[in-house]
């Protein structure tokens, strides 16, 4: 499953503890910025980008989920996203979901594959 367009991201192990590493990747001009991050024995990965407005989700570097560490929240209007699907479940784009990116890790290396968003 390692065929062209996987791209390295981070070691497996850099995702301990609920960090969530940005990335970006693609063409120069128009690249494709997401995030990646583990919850439970699940490694998962999303464009960052809100499907209502367009924009990117995080408050700060690396700062994806709410007060309570349960949803991941836009920053601009509070939206509330299931971190296990992207699903929307508060807010103004409620019913929306977030762009998945298909994952893998393969000998401890985080790959994403930003050529093949699962829309």
Known sequence: MS????????KEEELAGG?????????????TRGFVFRRGDRVCAYVNRCPH???ELNWLPGRFLDIDGCFIQCATHGALFTPEDGHCI???????????????????????NPGKAMT
């Open 53 to 55: 407005l367009g924009i």
């Open 3 to 10: 065929g062209s367009g996987w791209q390295a991201i981070c």
């Open 90 to 112: 508060a807010g103004p784009c409620q019913g929306d979901a977030l762009t998945p990116l298909p994952v893998q890790v393969k000998e401890g290396i985080v790959r994403v």
């Open 19 to 31: 960090v969530f590493v940005e990335f970006s990747l693609g063409e120069a001009t128009r690249p």
